[in-house]
């Protein structure tokens, strides 16, 4: 709100640019996986950041498999120097060794959720796989809930997280 930018590093660096001057890398993020496409990736301020000082981060996290997408969600000390309260609220359900098309864009809905990209992580047939996150837009609550109102929260067939499917890897989000 104050007109400087909060950026991140691939590496995992979390930045503030205020009047042109680079800040020093903020602390406390969890390990992020960096290879290839992968790493730290978007970060969005939450809507009401001027008072919650929340943000929220997608990054290529390490799991079984290999590495997957997931949302982290930590508010800004006032100092500006680390992150607290930090907490990973999803994580893609199939890891992959695979560097390639992790997304990764952030947006906010009208009503406060939040919806997210995830790239096909190089398999174009998880696009089409309703057990799996990959090639999605997913909507979930600020704390990682689902909303109940998601378009497949009823079906057992499909992950109710799941909002989109079929996107090969969404580098833009609105």
Not at 88 to 94: D, P, T
Not at 98 to 114: K, P
């Amino acid at each position: 709100p104050d007109g400087a930018f909060i950026i991140t590093e691939k590496a995992g660096g979390v930045r503030i640019v205020r009047d042109g001057k680079l800040s020093d890398a903020i602390t406390g993020l969890p390990d992020v996986a960096v290879r290839g496409q992968g790493g730290l990736l978007d970060v969005a301020l939450s809507p009401d950041f001027a008072n919650d000082r929340t943000l929220f981060f997608t990054a290529s996290l390490p799991m079984e498999g290999g590495a997957g997408t997931g949302v982290i969600r930590a508010r800004l000390a006032k100092d500006e120097r680390k992150l607290e309260d930090v907490k990973i609220i999803f994580q893609m359900n199939k890891g992959s060794s695979r560097g390639q098309h992790f997304g990764s864009r952030i947006a906010f809905g009208t009503d406060g959720s939040l919806y997210f990209s995830i790239g096909d992580r190089g398999d174009m047939k998880r696009a089409q796989d309703l057990g799996d996150h990959a090639a999605s837009i997913l909507r979930i609550a600020t704390d990682g809930s689902v909303p109940a109102d998601n378009p497949f929260a009823k079906d057992a067939k499909t992950l109710p997280e799941i909002y989109s499917k079929g996107h090969r890897n969404a580098q833009g989000l609105v």
